[in-house]
């Protein structure tokens, strides 16, 4: 059984490499003693008297008048719940302040937002992600948070430095982070045990991953690999990442990468192993789609890998049965390549350039970020949270696929990227009307050679981002 | 030409006096001031809710507009890079075609038959009226999205069905070749609409068509194809033109079931022209795809009721249009 | 077949029982594909009332082996206090509204185009059907920034103030049951000294209702499931339509609750069955023209 339970010390190490992986400047190992300093706040490290810590915490309260705050995020009915809840209790702490909320799914939150950006109608604070967050800013339609960080408002004495780089585009900061992640790859340990196949180390290869796939469907009959495809635009990056390049030029005006064999060697891979009928194939996984985590091979035992963001472990786990096991280990890497990812903000509260009450969005994602009580009712849902404080504080309320995640992003950070440049505009364009429709279904369906998709992939692509 | 200057025309010809033009212009005034009295509400909604943003679209279309920043002018860049420069679109023009000629007459036949078949008045009509409707009321919803790839699936009910009459199951929505059948059997399914549509028709025939038919001798399929057919062709007219429209701007299902895939073998225009919006934030393409797209349906439409005065047959006689 | 034949033959099935074997015959082929026509709806029902074990492990049986009311609960739990009863309210408001407001509308503008010569007419049908041509999708944006001028966003006006204003589609429908009325029953009514306000009132109106009940039925059950123009003008949980909120469980990059889903879906069918079932006898009725004949 993984779930070990982790003792104060390797919490405290686990919320100070967490944030210190995250550096713009390249990833240190850590140094534990650094750990004991930050701890050092005006708080007491108590989780039964939350209105005490945050009387201590938040500036004081005089009385003002009645104020309306808008908040808008995505998410699915467990994060709107949980919340909600939050925001009930943001109200009790500042009871001039009376939040409306707006909610909706991942595409309905921005086909929505964009309309009201469209019509000067934006909210005041808005759940904002990491690949629109250089849009959003271009256009002029967030403001910089770097003010209320020196004022205090929005207090990150508890935040490392590390982890608010993701949010920040021409060094101000736009988004604040509410939890980190990284991408990893899912391992059905119960499975690999029942092939006898030793786990792979963090720092694996493409081939170990090919090798193992292979293993695993000749001993259990089942795909070795299943879920997302590997040709997923995510795996593009790592992949290009590995062989120590960025998919896009720092001007955002062209593919960044000259090397296209290891995307024709990684396309190659993967019909290689279709063909073997070791992993999914993508027509199956085209039918399959958009059933979420419940049609998900790895969930149905159906695939002993799947590869998927490390916030996702939590519902895929639920979904799966407490009864299983899993590990989280990094996305392979190329052969003598580096770390394949980084630790990314899972997703920012930005304040929009439309808001009404700006001072009050400032108070509220101060609150969010650094409320233990509020957390302990977020559970991390988000992602990792980036207070040391919170984190520390969660260590008596996590379930065992928050440990594996917490776990997890607790090893990535010694051996990681840094966080690479925000996408440009028109990366959305590239990925939606180029990389998929005309490299990886025509390769993987068959219609085209990786070769001859590597080519069509830059020229299509190069002409969208030049243009933009 | 209009009716007025026929007439006027015609007096002309046959050298009426004025007096009849006087009693002729104040029924043309009164007809004119109760026509518009009746046609005000769409005409006050057209204006205030429809008018400018059907300009804007317009506008747009000649424009670069990612929603966030003003529009910029290109001309008839949109046109150029649509027409000649993106694959995508071609493939769903296809697709979009595919479906319509398809989707389209299979809906309206089992519509009729169904129709015709419930108009008998035998026990029970009214549940199975309420069942063969069923299927239409689940419209777009996301439960019916997930039951539909559930049957289609590779594991799924249809798949299944055909394992045991030994036939090889189809990966139904993950085949090029077959997922669009996915989505026209859909359509088939929800014939619900045009059904309704037909019944009420049928029922505005009066029975006494029928009684004096009966009289003259008439057997059941003279009768269908001498009174319903005839008596019907305003409804069907209705329906073939509506559904015309409907299957060129098909999305919801598209959008929910397959999203397009694989391939864009399901990338119905209405489908990508949303995408292109919101997905990629091209406001100013999407809104050039739109202005096409309504071209293509006014040809097909005007096509059908330019032969409409061929077959329809009005009880109140032809009127122009 | 022969008249002689016929007459001779005792082994010939009465004529009752031919119609008895027709009647039968009919009846199952219409009971087998009403079976198929509503199958997905009772899969849906029935997934709806399966733990969140067996939903997706035994997907074809209509029957769930342990069957529970746990979807509908967290189903009805809605979203922080915000239950559905309050979404059904939403929804029961719009959807009667818009309804009533499109039939009625539609009808007096139908009538216009039907029976009435005016000048402009065929221009301005012409541009009616043209706007029933042009995509929704890329009108959104243009009318939200109209809408957003008159502050009207975040409320049911949007969506409610235009219905009441026509509907292309319901005009052209009643249009096309208007010329199926023949003319000398207008013209009786002119004769008699009935103005045209009077003759769509009293003549047109009471014969073309399968046209208005139809009309009706379709108006209640697009406004009920209408999911795009809710999202963009309601911001607020607390104004979400079912076809909103039921959109709001899922969320495609992590868990989705499809119990709720389904049990959410199955209730809101309800009403829409409910207002079908009710208005379906007025379809029934035929007209009789028994008054033209003296």
Redesign the interface.
């Known amino acids: 059984m993984n779930s070990k339970k982790l003792n104060r010390r390797d919490f405290l190490r686990i919320s100070a490499l967490t944030a210190a992986g995250a550096a713009l400047a390249g990833c240190t190992t850590p140094t534990p003693q650094v750990v004991r300093e930050t701890v050092e706040v005006p708080v007491k490290e108590t989780v039964e008297v939350p209105v005490q810590v945050l009387v201590e915490v938040t500036p004081t309260i005089e009385e003002k008048e009645p104020v309306e705050l808008r908040v808008a995020w995505w998410g699915n009915q467990t994060r709107h719940t949980r919340t909600i809840q939050v925001i009930k209790m943001f109200e009790e702490t500042y009871p001039w302040i009376t939040i409306t909320y707006e909610f909706a799914t991942w595409d309905d939150h921005w086909t929505r937002l964009a309309t009201q950006a469209a019509g000067g109608n934006l909210p005041d604070v808005m759940q904002h992600d990491y690949a629109r967050l250089a849009e959003w800013v271009g256009n002029g339609l967030l403001i910089p948070l770097d003010d209320y960080v020196d004022s205090g408002a929005i207090d990150l004495s508890n935040v490392p430095d590390e982890t608010l780089g993701g949010g920040r585009v021409n060094g101000k900061l736009y988004g604040m982070n509410l939890g980190v992640n990284a991408l990893c790859m899912v391992l059905d340990t119960d499975a690999f045990a029942n092939a006898g196949i030793e786990l792979p180390a963090q720092n694996w290869t493409w081939a170990d991953f090919e090798a193992i796939a292979v293993q695993i469907k000749d001993k259990l009959d089942i795909w070795g690999y299943g879920g997302n495809s590997l040709a997923h635009d995510q795996i593009w990056r790592s992949v290009v990442l590995s062989n120590g390049e960025w998919i896009y030029t720092p001007d955002g005006k062209a593919l960044g990468y000259t090397d296209d064999q290891v995307l024709v060697d990684h396309m190659n891979m993967i019909l290689r192993l279709q063909e073997a009928g070791v992993i999914e194939p993508r027509d199956e996984e085209v039918a399959r789609a958009s059933l979420g985590q419940q049609g998900d091979p790895l969930v149905a035992g159906k695939a002993a890998m799947g590869f998927m963001w490390s916030n996702q472990l939590a519902s895929t786990w639920t979904a799966a049965g407490a009864e299983r096991h899993f590990k989280l280990v990094q996305i392979p890497r190329l052969a003598g390549g580096l770390s394949a990812i980084y630790v990314k903000p899972s997703m920012f509260f930005s304040i929009t350039a439309q808001a009404k009450h700006p001072d009050e969005g400032a108070m509220f994602i101060n609150f969010f970020t650094n409320s233990v009580a509020a957390n302990h009712v977020l559970l991390a849902e988000r992602g990792v949270p980036v207070s040391t404080v919170v984190g520390e504080s969660m260590q008596a309320v996590l379930t065992p696929d928050q440990i594996e995640m917490f776990n997890y992003m607790a090893v990535v950070p010694s051996d990681c990227q840094p966080v690479p440049p925000p996408d440009p505009v028109g990366e959305a364009n590239v990925r939606n009307n180029v990389y998929y429709p005309e490299f990886v279904d025509p390769v993987l369906y068959g219609l085209t050679t990786p070769e001859e998709g590597v080519v069509v992939l830059r020229e299509l692509a190069d002409e969208i981002l030049a243009a933009s | 030409m ?3 200057t026929r007439e006027w025309l015609l007096r002309k010809a046959r050298g009426k006096a004025r007096p009849v033009l006087k009693r002729r212009s104040r029924i ?1 005034r009164q ?2 001031l ?6 005000s ?6 204006f ?3 008018l ?3 300009v ?2 317009l506008v ?1 279309a000649f424009t670069e507009y ?4 003003p529009p910029t002018w290109v001309a008839l860049d949109n046109f150029r890079k649509m027409l000649f420069q993106d ?2 679109y071609w493939r769903s023009v296809r697709a979009t075609f595919y479906y319509v000629f398809t989707a389209v007459p299979l809906r309206l036949l089992v519509a009729l038959g169904v129709a015709m ?1 419930l108009n008998r ?2 026990r ?1 009509v ?1 549940v ?30 249809v798949n ?1 069905a055909l394992g045991a009459l030994r036939i090889p199951g189809v ?6 070749r077959t997922a669009i059948w996915t989505l026209i059997t859909l359509a088939a ?1 929800q014939f619900g ?1 045009p059904m ?2 037909f ?3 049928l ?6 068509l029928y009684e004096s038919a009966s009289i003259d001798g008439a057997g059941g399929w003279a009768k269908f194809v001498g009174i319903t057919l005839p ?1 019907l062709t ?2 069907i ?2 329906n073939l ?2 559904q015309i ?1 409907a299957g ?2 098909a ?1 919801t299902q598209a959008y929910l079931v397959t ?1 397009g ?4 073998t399901t990338n119905f225009y ?1 489908l990508y ?3 292109r ?7 100013g393409y ?2 050039a795809m ?2 096409v ?2 071209l293509v ?2 040809f097909f ?1 005007a096509l059908v009721f330019r032969s409409s005065s061929y077959w329809v047959y ?4 032809r ?3 | 077949m022969s008249v002689v034949g016929t007459l001779r033959s005792p082994a010939r099935l009465s004529k009752r029982n031919r119609d008895r074997i027709g009647s039968a015959i009919y009846h199952l082929i219409v009971v087998s594909s009403c079976f198929l026509m509503i199958y997905p709806i009772l899969w849906m029902f029935a997934s709806s009332l399966k733990g969140p074990s067996e939903i997706w492990t035994r997907l074809s049986s209509l029957i769930p082996k342990v069957p529970t009311f746990e979807n509908y609960v967290n189903g009805w739990a809605g979203f922080g206090g915000i239950t559905f009863a309050v979404f059904f309210k939403n929804s029961l408001f719009f959807a009667t509204m818009a309804t009533i407001g499109a039939v009625a509308s539609s009808a007096c503008v139908a009538y216009a185009f039907a029976k009435i010569r005016f000048v402009g007419r065929g221009f301005w049908f012409t541009v009616m059907l043209l706007t029933l041509m042009l995509p929704v999708q890329v009108l959104l944006i243009p009318q939200y920034i109209v809408f957003s001028k008159l502050n009207w966003i975040n409320t049911f006006r949007p969506l409610l103030i235009p219905r009441f204003f026509g509907n292309a589609f319901f005009i052209f429908l009643m249009m096309q049951f208007i010329r199926g009325l023949p003319n000398e029953l207008d013209e009786a009514a002119e004769i008699d000294g009935c103005s045209k306000i009077g003759i769509f009132f009293r003549i047109v109106l009471p014969l073309i209702k399968p046209a208005l009940i139809t009309a009706a039925i379709f108006s209640f059950y697009w406004t009920w499931e209408d999911f795009l123009t809710p999202l963009i003008y309601l911001n607020e949980p607390r104004l979400y339509t079912i076809s909103l909120a039921i959109r709001s469980f899922s969320d495609p990059s992590s868990t989705t609750d499809w119990g709720a889903i389904f049990a959410m879906s199955s209730l809101s069918l309800v009403p829409v069955f409910v207002i079908f079932i009710a208005f379906q006898r007025y379809l029934v009725q035929g007209i009789s023209t028994t008054g033209l004949k003296g």
Do not use: C
Not at chain 2, 34 to 39: K, Q
Not at chain 2, 171 to 176: E, H, R
Not at chain 2, 277 to 283: G, I, K, L, S, V
């Open positions: 209009s009716d007025t043309t007809n004119n109760m026509g518009y009295l009746f046609l509400p769409w005409l006050i909604g057209f205030i809710f429809t400018l943003p059907i804007a679209s747009l990612d929603i966030f920043s694959n995508r078949l008045g035998r029970l009214g199975y009226r309420a069942a063969y409707y069923a299927p239409s009321i689940v419209g777009g919803s996301v439960a019916i999205a997930v039951m539909w790839r559930q049957i289609f699936g590779v594991d799924g009910l299944y990966n139904w929505l993950g085949d090029p399914w609409s309704l549509i019944l009420a028709g029922k505005q025939i009066p029975v006494e008596m305003p409804v007219l209705f033109v509506m429209i060129f701007m999305f999203a895939r694989p391939l864009d209405a022209l949303y995408l919006a919101f997905e990629t934030h091209e406001m999407s809104s739109a202005w797209l309504l349906i006014a439409t009005y009880e109140s006689g009127v122009e249009e």
